[in-house]
C-alpha cells in the first residue's frame, strides 16, 4: 500500500515534469541522462540493499531488543543517535537497517532517532561532499545548530506514537 | 511570484556530464556488502545467501517503477531548473520567508549530495545568507521528498514515517534561524 502511493505520487510527478520538456532534443537528452544516473545508481541500490539484508540476518536479536528496545528507554535513544553518522552509503542503507532493527525487536523512538541523526550528521555526506562545497565555518555552525535536534525530533516522537 | 521553468524552447539542452560508476565509496559498499554476505554464508549457509538475494531482487522488482520514475526526475529536473537560476531566487528572500523558501526548495529537490552540494554552495554566492543556506540543506536531509516518498515509505511502517516527517517539518527553518543567531553573536 506504501509502496503503491508513493509510485503513483512520484509517477505523476514524471510525467509532469516529461510534459516540460520542449521538443525531440530535449527529449533525448533527458533520457541520455537519465540513463546516465541509472547506469551510476542501479549497482549502488543492488549492492546496498544486498548488504543492508545481509546486516539484517546478522542482527543478534537478543542485544538489539535489549540495547534497542523499549525497556532501554533513554539510553536506546542515545545510542541509535551514535550510530547514524557510522552507517555507510545512502538513504536506502539508512532505512533498510531501521527496518531490520525495528524487526528484531527495537523500539519506534530509537529507529526515528536513528534516521534523523543519519540524516543530519552522516559522515559519508559531511566528510566526501559537504566539507568541500560548504567550507569548515559553515560545516561546523549548521551541525553545531544540528546537534539537539536528534534529541527534540525523538522527545517529540515519544509524546506522537 | 513563481518559479517558472526555464524558457527553453529556443536553447540547446545542456550537455551530459559522464560520472564514474566505480568509485572509492562504491567499492566500500561493495566491501561491506561481500563481508556480511560471507558471514551470512559461514552461520547459516550459502542457501541463506541465496534466499536473502532472491528476496532483494524480489523487492527492488516491486520498487522498481518508483525507482524509475524517481531516476528520471532527478536526472531531468536539473536540466529545467539550473543550479543558478534556483539559487538566485532563493538569495533573493531574506527573514523568515527566505527561510520557509529555502526549506521547500531543499525538500522539493531531487538527487543525492553531489547535487545539494554544489547547490548550497551556489547559495552563497547568490547573495543568500548562511540562515537560507542551512534551511536548504537541512530541508533537503530531513524532508527530501523523493528519497521518503521512494525510499522511507518502502522500508519503515507508514505511523512512524508520517510521524517523523511532521516533527521534522519546522526543523529547518528553526535551524536556520538559530544559525544566523549564532552568527550574529560571533561577528557583533
Redesign the interface.
Known amino acids: 500500500m506504501n509502496i503503491l502511493v508513493g509510485t503513483l505520487l512520484i509517477g505523476v510527478a514524471a510525467i509532469w515534469l516529461w510534459s516540460r520538456l520542449p521538443n525531440a532534443a530535449w527529449r533525448a537528452a533527458s533520457y541520455r541522462a537519465a540513463l546516465d544516473t541509472l547506469y551510476f545508481t542501479s549497482p549502488r541500490i543492488l549492492v546496498a540493499l544486498l548488504g543492508a539484508g545481509f546486516f539484517a540476518e546478522l542482527l543478534p536479536e537478543q542485544q538489539v531488543r535489549a540495547l534497542l528496545g523499549r525497556d532501554a528507554g533513554l539510553l536506546a535513544v542515545g545510542l541509535a543517535i551514535l550510530l547514524g553518522p557510522l552507517t555507510p552509503g545512502g538513504a536506502f542503507v539508512s532505512f533498510a537497517i531501521a527496518a531490520a532493527a525495528l524487526k528484531a525487536g527495537a523500539a519506534p523512538v530509537p529507529a526515528i532517532a536513528y534516521v534523523t541523526s543519519w540524516a543530519l550528521f552522516s559522515t559519508t555526506k559531511i566528510f566526501a561532499y559537504e566539507l568541500a562545497f560548504m567550507g569548515r565555518q559553515l560545516t561546523l555552525t549548521r551541525i553545531l545548530v544540528s546537534l539537539p535536534v536528534p534529541f527534540v525530533v525523538a522527545a517529540l516522537a515519544a509524546q506522537l506514537l | 511570484m513563481t518559479l517558472s ?1 526555464r524558457n ?2 529556443a536553447e ?3 550537455a ?1 556530464k ?2 564514474k ?1 566505480v568509485d572509492g ?2 567499492l ?3 566491501a ?2 561481500l563481508a ?2 560471507a ?2 554464508a559461514v ?2 549457509g550459502v542457501s ?2 541465496g534466499e ?2 532472491a ?2 531482487v524480489w ?2 522488482g ?2 522498481s ?13 536539473p ?2 531548473l539550473p543550479r543558478d537560476r534556483v539559487a538566485r531566487w532563493i538569495g533573493r528572500e531574506s527573514g523568515v520567508r527566505g527561510l520557509v523558501m529555502a526549506t521547500a526548495c531543499g525538500a522539493a529537490l531531487p538527487g ?3 547535487m ?3 547547490l ?2 551556489g547559495l ?1 554566492g547568490s547573495g543568500a545568507d ?1 540562515g537560507a ?2 534551511a536548504f ?2 530541508g533537503w ?2 524532508l ?1 521528498l ?2 521518503t ?13 508520517w ?2 516527517y ?3 517539518l519546522p ?1 529547518p527553518i528553526l ?1 536556520g534561524i ?2 544566523r543567531r ?2 550574529r553573536m560571533r561577528s557583533p
Open positions: 521553468l527553453i524552447e540547446d539542452p545542456p551530459a559522464p560520472r560508476v565509496g562504491f566500500v559498499l561493495l561491506f556488502t556480511g554476505g558471514l551470512v552461520q547459516y541463506r545467501v536473502i538475494t528476496e532483494t523487492f527492488i516491486l520498487l517503477p518508483k525507482i524509475a520514475s524517481g531516476i528520471f526526475i532527478a536526472a531531468t529536473l536540466m529545467l543525492g549530495p553531489m545539494t552540494f554544489p548550497a554552495a552563497v548562511l543556506t542551512v540543506v537541512s536531509s530531513l527530501g523523493n528519497r516518498l521512494i525510499w522511507e515509505f518502502s522500508f519503515l511502517p507508514a505511523d512512524l514515517v510521524v517523523r511532521l516533527v521534522c526543523m535551524l538559530a544559525a549564532l552568527l
